[in-house]
């Protein structure tokens, strides 16, 4: 059972939590990124950046984001130059 789901600082990629304990080292599976927790944060080991563990949890409500709709209701028009 995962304690928490993150996304990757680094790539992006979803990180299913079990345990969360002081020390504890996660490494991502994609970008092989290792994370420690210490003092509520996260800390990345490859750019010695922080991290709250609340910017990067992956709530269930969020939608993926279609790069299409934006142009849904558009319309274009190209004008010949002829």
Same mark, same amino acid.
Do not use: H
């Given at each position: ?11 992006? @990629? $979803?990180? =299913?939590?079990?345990? #969360?304990?002081?020390?504890? @080292?996660?490494?991502?599976? #994609? ?5 420690? %927790? ?6 990345? #080991?490859?750019?010695? $950046?922080?991290? @709250?563990?609340? =910017?990067?949890?992956?709530? $269930?409500?969020? $939608? ?9 209701? =558009?319309?274009? %028009?190209?004008?010949? @130059?002829?």
């Amino acid at each position: 059972m995962a304690v928490k789901i993150i996304r990757c600082p680094s790539c992006g @990629e $979803e990180i =299913e939590i079990t345990d #969360l304990y002081e020390g504890v @080292e996660i490494q991502c599976s #994609l970008c092989n990124s290792v994370m420690v %927790y210490q003092e509520g944060r996260l800390l990345l #080991l490859d750019t010695n $950046e922080e991290y @709250e563990l609340d =910017e990067l949890e992956r709530y $269930e409500e969020e $939608e993926e984001i279609d790069e299409y709709d934006e142009f849904e209701d =558009e319309e274009y %028009y190209y004008e010949d @130059e002829y």
